[in-house]
């Protein structure tokens, strides 16, 4: 039986738990008093057999699923002839997977040898086995902690505090995992970083005004030295960021002033959502418009105008980058600006200020940490943008500050750096890995300055 259908099972069997652990604390009390004389109403008696009947045989499913496919790697490898398990570990590797596809339908038998074949059928023996074990096991571990759940149910019984710590462990959990991951990712990003900086000085890189990453594969090669400089990625990222920040935050704010304090209940109401709606549109289908679009447009208008324009340009990934981050801004600022109370509108409106003199003197100073907070996140939305870059933008890396030109930013070049087959001992494929360490200090600097501009000049309302 395959995972979905015994975690499907097993969904059926809490269910079932709910009901029966429900209609057990009211016959528990039927002859004193009714539901009354429970601690606790009857859903919640429900709710801790569904949850008994279903988190340990979760647990089960998931350790199942993590070590089934190691295991019966472990037992079909042992069993193959002497001549393949003395084979390196990586041919041994290829060898199974061979023995996996065929087993899966994916390869012709025509492809292996009679050994991988008896091997398949084994490995196909043994993971139907294997799928009635689970389903068994952990249809009876439900059954069990669902049984033992309905047995402690009593009038006394505080099954309401019993759930809520449940649910309390659970959202621990969650949380606990959530950090867990940004440590490992933080960590596995660190050492790599530490190697590529083993090979490559610190200061060659944060320093360097040339960026080519191509090392040498034979002694005598030329042209492939490799220069690691960070400056001129660093500097396409912030002309991008920069060009895509002057289109987002005018236009960003002005809508959003409009919503909130001109615009009628029902225009907003339309409005506002269609705007959000850019925010849910892919990235790529802006890499697409910026190529096709923008970037033809940008050229010939500045040929027209008798300046030299790139086809990859940085003003048009910013054009396009802008109007991508347009509902963040929006959005953000609209909700700042509706946060501060009307009292001070109609305190500025009684003294007779107009409209856009309240909006210049009283709401904009009201919520100007929270815009300010909004647009650094806004800022870092844009400094890890890809798809435009590599589509409108080129992967030049040219120190210049002119945006008519074509520049990269650090998180194409990334993407480049780890394309196709890469040794992961060279230089040029740790070298992304530097580049992501960098990157996610400089977005973590932004959130930190946000988060304090936010805190330190918030304003309280009652």
Request: a neutral charge; aromatic letters at 8%.
């Amino acid at each position: 039986m395959d995972t979905p259908t015994v975690f499907l099972l097993l969904i059926v069997l809490s269910i079932a738990g709910f009901f029966l652990g429900r209609r057990r604390s009211r016959t528990v009390v039927a002859g004193e008093g009714g539901a009354r004389a429970l601690h606790s109403l009857p859903k919640h008696y429900g709710y801790m057999a569904a949850l008994w009947a279903l988190l340990p045989a979760l647990g089960l499913l998931l350790l199942w699923m993590l070590f089934e496919t190691s295991i019966l790697a472990n037992i079909v490898i042992g069993e193959l002839p002497a001549s393949v398990q003395q084979l390196p570990e990586s041919e041994r590797g290829l060898y199974f997977n061979q023995v996996v596809s065929y087993a899966r339908g994916a390869v012709d038998a025509s492809q292996l040898s009679d050994v991988q074949v008896a091997a398949a059928e084994h490995y196909r023996e043994l993971l139907a086995a294997s799928g009635k074990l689970k389903a068994l096991l952990v249809a009876l571990m439900a059954v069990i902690g669902g049984l033992l759940a309905l047995r402690r149910i009593a009038p006394a019984l505080r099954a309401r505090n019993h759930v809520e710590n449940i649910f309390k462990w659970m959202l621990f959990a969650c949380s606990f995992l959530a950090v867990l991951t940004t440590l490992g990712i933080v960590l596995s990003v660190l050492f790599e970083a530490i190697r590529f900086f083993q090979k490559i000085p610190a200061t060659d890189f944060l320093f360097g005004l040339e960026w080519s990453p191509q090392m040498a594969i034979r002694p005598d090669q030329v042209a492939a030295s490799g220069s690691f400089g960070f400056v001129p990625l660093f500097v396409g990222t912030l002309l991008i960021s920069a060009v895509a920040m002057v289109i987002a935050v005018p236009v960003g704010l002005m809508s959003a002033i409009y919503l909130s304090e001109y615009a009628t209940r029902r225009f907003r109401s339309v409005t506002k959502p269609v705007l959000e709606i850019l925010a849910g549109v892919p990235t790529v289908v802006y890499g697409f418009f910026a190529a096709l679009t923008v970037a033809p447009f940008v050229r010939e208008l500045g040929e027209s105008m008798g300046l030299s324009v790139a086809s990859e340009s940085a003003l048009a990934a910013g054009l396009v980058m802008g109007i991508m981050i347009i509902p963040f801004v929006m959005s953000l600022s609209d909700d700042i600006i509706n946060a501060v109370p009307d009292t001070m509108r109609e305190a500025s409106l009684g003294m007779g200020a107009t409209m856009n003199e309240t909006i210049r003197k009283v709401l904009l100073p009201a919520a100007l940490p929270g815009i300010v907070g909004g647009i650094l996140l806004a800022v870092s939305r844009a400094i890890g943008e890809t798809m435009i870059v590599v589509m409108a933008a080129g992967l030049s890396a040219k120190l210049t500050i002119n945006p008519l030109e074509a520049v990269t930013t650090i998180t194409v070049q990334i993407v480049t750096l780890l394309v196709g087959d890469q040794e992961f001992d060279s230089p040029k494929t740790l070298a992304a890995f530097a580049l992501g360490l960098v990157l996610f200090f400089v977005t973590l600097l932004l959130n930190v300055i946000a988060l304090y501009v936010v805190r330190k000049y918030r304003e309280q309302y009652e």
